[in-house]
């Protein structure tokens, strides 16, 4: 037996299963005795709020969107809300003009040339005028509670980000909408179990969350993944990140692989422009630098872990049985997503078959992401995913 051919093709493996298995069970069991911030404010001592939107060609979802905001039980003398719209052409900007003319609270910013999401919100900062603000996504539809939930944390001056507990719906088999609902839901937990322990969450859910004006730093324009970078400046700055279990968000997830697929290339070339732009945390190692190799940093480079452990087993195929079983195992996974994808064409779901398709192209995307990245021409605009709202005027 080849020990040195064994030792490369298993070694490989190891930073995959650890940030995937090894680092979820020990987080989540050191946070069990943690409880989140307790120093809150009470319903009659919130604070005034602006809840900032950037939103192009929303029509489809737009009205249930802001009726979620003004229905919250949050004192609507309390709120403000600037929606910036980017170029849109269809009746975005109608619905706004007169829900303007209801809710004197709401302010419209009209962009009539494309800006994409982040060049919109780093101006909607400079409009806010009070000193939390709620970031949100126009397909993302609040409760009640939502507002309360999140902002009263902020009574606590070392918080500087609650993230809210996203959950979607339009679930359907014959998708990825499943998968990616499981996938959702574990980051949740290991993002409570990161702000109960250690208030360094990675990474709030982009499509609503809530930080200190005080502590917003412009996010550089052909950025892709502005939530992320965000989070981290924040923490950067000494104040702590954390989840809100009770902070719940409705939003419709996108069940097409395809769209879904494109969609994770475009994160995932983000991800990586967020992994070298703060790559020097991990010079001084601490609780942020070990969150973020944990969790991020060897998630995102996995596909590589991956692969060269796949070529590493093929290459030394005959030095031992160990290579083999790793070999037939990778080969084995491609088979089974094949086989998904054709019958999928049948119309033939199988839950089991799908998740290995999700797990696998989800990490396709951050291969091709990675080279995304390294082309360097994002202009920074995001493309709309097809998502429930859309297929309804289909």
């Given at each position: 037996?080849?020990?040195?051919?064994?030792?490369?093709?298993?070694?490989?493996?190891l930073p995959v299963c650890y940030s995937y298995l090894i680092y979820p069970v020990?987080?989540?069991?050191?946070?069990?005795?943690?409880?989140?911030?307790?120093?809150?404010?009470?319903?009659?001592?919130?604070?005034?709020?602006?809840?900032?939107?950037?939103?192009?060609?929303?029509?489809?979802?737009?009205?249930?969107?802001?009726?979620?905001?003004?229905?919250?039980?949050?004192?609507?003398?309390?709120?403000?809300?600037?929606?910036?719209?980017?170029?849109?052409?269809?009746?975005?900007?109608?619905?706004?003009?007169?829900?303007?003319?209801?809710?004197?609270?709401?302010?419209?910013?009209?962009?009539?040339?494309?800006?994409?999401?982040?060049?919109?919100?780093?101006?909607?900062?400079?409009?806010?005028?009070?000193?939390?603000?709620?970031?949100?996504?126009?397909?993302?539809?609040?409760?009640?509670?939502?507002?309360?939930?999140?902002?009263?944390?902020?009574?606590?001056?070392?918080?500087?980000?609650?993230?809210?507990?996203?959950?979607?719906?339009?679930?359907?088999?014959?998708?990825?909408?499943?998968?990616?609902?499981?996938?959702?839901?574990?980051?949740?937990?290991?993002?409570?179990?990161?702000?109960?322990?250690?208030?360094?969450?990675?990474?709030?859910?982009?499509?609503?969350?809530?930080?200190?004006?005080?502590?917003?730093?412009?996010?550089?324009?052909?950025?892709?993944?502005?939530?992320?970078?965000?989070?981290?400046?924040?923490?950067?700055?000494?104040?702590?990140?954390?989840?809100?279990?009770?902070?719940?968000?409705?939003?419709?997830?996108?069940?097409?692989?395809?769209?879904?697929?494109?969609?994770?290339?475009?994160?995932?070339?983000?991800?990586?422009?967020?992994?070298?732009?703060?790559?020097?945390?991990?010079?001084?190692?601490?609780?942020?630098?070990?969150?973020?190799?944990?969790?991020?940093?060897?998630?995102?480079?996995?596909?590589?872990?991956?692969?060269?452990?796949?070529?590493?087993?093929?290459?030394?195929?005959?030095?031992?049985?160990?290579?083999?079983?790793?070999?037939?195992?990778?080969?084995?996974?491609?088979?089974?997503?094949?086989?998904?994808?054709?019958?999928?064409?049948?119309?033939?779901?199988?839950?089991?078959?799908?998740?290995?398709?999700?797990?696998?192209?989800?990490?396709?995307?951050?291969?091709?992401?990675?080279?995304?990245?390294?082309?360097?021409?994002?202009?920074?605009?995001?493309?709309?995913?097809?998502?429930?709202?859309?297929?309804?005027?289909?």
């Amino acid at each position: 037996m080849n020990y040195v051919a064994l030792f490369i093709s298993s070694i490989l493996l190891l930073p995959v299963c650890y940030s995937y298995l090894i680092y979820p069970v020990f987080i989540v069991i050191a946070s069990k005795s943690k409880k989140n911030n307790t120093l809150q404010y009470d319903q009659d001592t919130l604070p005034k709020i602006s809840i900032l939107m950037a939103a192009h060609n929303e029509e489809l979802i737009l009205e249930k969107k802001l009726e979620s905001i003004f229905s919250s039980n949050y004192p609507k003398e309390k709120i403000e809300l600037i929606v910036g719209t980017d170029c849109c052409t269809d009746g975005t900007n109608q619905i706004l003009e007169e829900k303007a003319k209801i809710q004197t609270k709401l302010k419209h910013v009209i962009f009539k040339e494309r800006q994409g999401k982040i060049r919109i919100i780093n101006q909607l900062v400079n409009e806010a005028s009070h000193e939390i603000l709620v970031f949100t996504d126009a397909n993302v539809l609040f409760t009640e509670n939502t507002l309360q939930s999140l902002v009263k944390h902020f009574k606590n001056k070392t918080i500087g980000l609650v993230d809210t507990h996203m959950k979607n719906y339009g679930l359907s088999d014959s998708g990825i909408s499943y998968p990616e609902q499981s996938y959702i839901s574990l980051e949740v937990i290991l993002k409570e179990a990161e702000g109960k322990l250690w208030g360094c969450m990675m990474g709030p859910f982009g499509g609503c969350f809530a930080i200190r004006k005080a502590l917003y730093l412009p996010v550089p324009e052909k950025y892709l993944v502005d939530d992320f970078h965000i989070n981290m400046n924040i923490l950067k700055q000494g104040s702590l990140s954390i989840h809100e279990n009770s902070a719940i968000v409705h939003e419709d997830v996108s069940n097409h692989l395809s769209a879904e697929f494109n969609r994770k290339v475009r994160i995932s070339a983000g991800n990586f422009q967020n992994l070298f732009h703060f790559s020097r945390i991990f010079l001084k190692p601490n609780r942020i630098a070990f969150a973020f190799l944990s969790h991020k940093a060897l998630r995102w480079i996995s596909p590589f872990f991956l692969l060269g452990s796949f070529l590493a087993s093929l290459l030394w195929f005959n030095e031992g049985s160990f290579n083999q079983w790793i070999a037939v195992g990778f080969i084995s996974i491609l088979i089974l997503m094949v086989l998904d994808l054709s019958l999928k064409r049948m119309n033939l779901n199988i839950r089991l078959l799908r998740y290995i398709t999700h797990f696998t192209t989800m990490n396709l995307a951050l291969f091709f992401g990675f080279f995304k990245f390294l082309r360097g021409n994002s202009d920074g605009i995001w493309n709309r995913t097809e998502r429930l709202q859309n297929r309804s005027s289909q």
